[in-house]
């Protein structure tokens, strides 16, 4: 957990920075709701014996698992980790019985919603929380 930890708070500092654009009060918001207290599962990418990737859970409601921290640090993008990352948590949510994945990322984050659109994940309504977050674009994909 710790070298996910140290990887999260990498993501922390880069989503700071890319949503500089955000109320501070919606920062707040967003923070309170990626805890990793209530983490399911975590999934972390090597490369020579070094963090470079995560990817977390949380479940969201029956049958339904919430996609959660997924980061690659910006020296090992470009070589399909993130999409590694994704298809070792549905794999995973699959043989625990999940149904379907949702998934929230920032509407700046192009690069998430272009690898999530990829992998066939299909724009929804805001989930609770983050119906009425303006900042929030909703993802979800049926396992089969």
Known sequence: MKIFNRLIRILDNTLSNFNSDIQSTEKNEYHAFNSVSDLTD???????????????????????????????????????????????????AYSD??????????????DAIRLYTKMNYQLIDNYPPYDGLSNSVCMSKNLL
């Open 42 to 92: 975590a999934f972390v990418a090597y490369s020579f014996e070094e963090a470079i990737g995560c990817v977390a859970t949380k479940h969201y409601a029956p049958e339904v698992l919430e996609m959660k921290r997924l980061f690659v640090d910006p020296i090992a993008r470009g070589g399909g980790i993130a999409t590694k990352l994704v298809n070792k948590l549905e794999s995973q």
């Open 97 to 110: 019985g999940y149904k379907r994945i949702v998934v929230e990322t920032g509407k700046n984050n192009s």
